[in-house]
């Protein structure tokens, strides 16, 4: 069965940057297509970012593009979510997600697994 860790997340000043890693176990993620989700106080939880099996394709909000880059290393069994110039609207906990479907979807009820999250959270 596969199970998700997240980390890196903490306290970052508005304009700084923070890379999460989502780490699995358990089967290889090269399996799965990966996204990465948050979860705002008060707000529905909301796709931001995925990437394909191999990793050739990535597709993002459009209010994350150009600051927040998806990546993986299946060797490592590892995907990675670096965010730059960071707001403090990007304050939520955030979670990666797994499916085994092919294709781009920010639907949360189409990944099968979840990781626990990491709270990221930018203020000054």
């Known amino acids: 069965q596969l199970q998700l860790v997240e980390s890196g997340g903490g306290l970052v000043q508005p304009g700084g940057s923070l890379r999460l890693s989502c780490a699995a176990s358990g089967r290889s993620l090269s399996y799965y297509t990966i996204g990465w989700f948050r979860q705002a106080p008060g707000k529905e939880r909301e796709g931001i970012s995925s990437?394909?099996?191999?990793?050739?394709?990535?597709n993002y909000l459009d209010s994350v593009k150009g600051r927040f880059t998806i990546s993986r290393d299946n060797a490592k069994n590892t995907v990675y979510l670096q965010m730059n110039i960071l707001k403090p609207e990007d304050t939520a906990i955030y979670y990666c997600?797994?499916?085994?479907?092919?294709?781009?979807?920010?639907?949360?009820?189409?990944?099968?697994?979840w990781g626990q999250g990491t709270q990221v959270t930018v203020s000054s």
């Open positions: 990437i394909s099996k191999s990793g050739a394709s990535t």
């Open positions: 997600a797994a499916h085994t479907n092919f294709g781009h979807t920010f639907s949360p009820a189409m990944y099968g697994s």
